[in-house]
């Protein structure tokens, strides 16, 4: 049986990176792609930062005001203000594709897994030492066109491919053969492994288990009695066991949009008027997709105190790229519960909110 080779390509930074490099003036500097922020005030959160921000402690996901607090921080202690900067998909989407367009040169089977990450299937070179030169060569192409870099992980899967991408980031490159996957995995923290979030962590450190070797002390049947079908789905990846393919048929599984509000409220005009303005945004990327209808709207509504909720409507007769009007409609109806007691019954103010489409088909 020809033994499997998987590449996991992971570009650095990589809103960032692409604003670094494009704009005259930026490089170098810290950069931070993310929500608006104005006179220091902002309510969404960084997308992005790359690596010189990220010394300054701002990384993704950092409250965007917060962000700006530890740029000022940076600031007085005589270091360059970070620079702020709004998402920029279409300029993303563009550097997204020619670095597909690199891959695709030496691989027959590429997945997208998002905008900056790829897996690709190498087993057709028979050797992990030439699936390793070809890498580095598809890093220097990346560079040289691109001027921003990637980390690449080589395994005998998806799962060790991935894992390995991110441990010498950034402009790394690790190869993980399959005889030395226990080696590599059991010294790891047990939240590299992809399923293992904060909560299920906390779990697992009340229990002593911090490390991935911790981890293989348990059998499948007490991690299932702990966490049900994940439990099974843990055992196996705490072992490096992974038979997902690389499928070069990727495909969106849901189209959506979300705003912050400035203010929290409960101003049901503006409360529809966003709404309705996001679903335009969402039925606009449906109509200039691939796909031909939708059998799924969900809506997003997120209270001051960070309660989260979701609304959800299924539909036997999708909707399609003629059925705008109708659309509307259908966003509306699922919002309007929030607006009074029976979705709201503390009528309390509305921070976020939301619209996904889902159940795609061509």
Avoid at 156 to 178: F, Q, R, T, Y
Wanted: hydrophobic letters at 35%; one cysteine or more.
């Amino acid at each position: 049986m020809t033994q499997r080779i998987i590449a996991h390509l992971d570009m650095d930074a990589f809103f960032a990176s692409v604003e670094e490099v494009t704009t005259p003036g930026f490089l170098g500097k810290p950069i931070v792609v993310g929500s608006e922020i104005i006179n220091g005030k902002g309510r969404g959160v960084v997308s992005t930062a790359n690596y010189k921000a990220r010394e300054y402690g701002i990384h993704s996901a950092t409250p965007i005001m917060l962000a700006w607090q530890l740029s000022e921080k940076a600031k007085k202690e005589g270091k360059p203000e970070a620079i702020f900067l709004p998402v920029d998909f279409d300029l993303y989407i563009k550097v997204s594709n020619n670095i597909l367009r690199i891959i695709k040169k030496y691989a027959a089977v590429v997945e997208p897994a998002s905008i900056d990450e790829f897996y690709f299937d190498l087993s057709y070179l028979k050797t992990f030492k030439k699936a390793e030169t070809l890498c580095r060569k598809i890093k220097r192409e990346i560079k040289k066109e691109e001027k921003i870099t990637c980390s690449i992980g080589i395994g005998p899967n998806k799962l060790i491919s991935k894992i390995a991408a991110g441990i010498n980031k950034p402009d790394g490159l690790l190869l993980v053969e399959e005889k030395d996957v226990p080696k590599f995995l059991n010294p790891l923290a047990i939240r590299e492994l992809p399923g293992i979030g904060p909560k299920t962590a906390e779990i697992f450190y009340k229990k002593g288990i911090r490390i991935i070797k911790d981890l293989n002390k348990y059998s499948e049947e007490e991690l299932k009695e702990m966490f049900g079908k994940q439990g099974g789905k843990i055992y196996y990846k705490a072992r490096g066991i992974d038979d997902d393919p690389v499928t070069e048929s990727y495909e969106a599984k849901s189209i959506g949009e979300q705003t912050t509000f400035d203010q929290n409220n409960l101003n049901i005009t503006l409360i529809c008027d966003t709404f309705t303005s996001l679903g335009d945004d969402v039925f606009k990327r449906f109509v200039d997709s691939e796909f031909s209808e939708f059998k799924n709207i969900t809506i997003t509504v997120r209270f001051a105190d960070f309660e989260t909720k979701t609304s959800s409507k299924s539909f036997k007769v999708g909707i399609r790229k003629e059925n705008k009007k109708r659309f509307r409609i259908e966003i509306l109806k699922l919002v309007l519960p929030f607006l009074d007691r029976r979705g709201n019954p503390r009528e309390k103010l509305i921070r976020l909110i939301g619209v996904k489409i889902e159940k795609l088909s061509k």
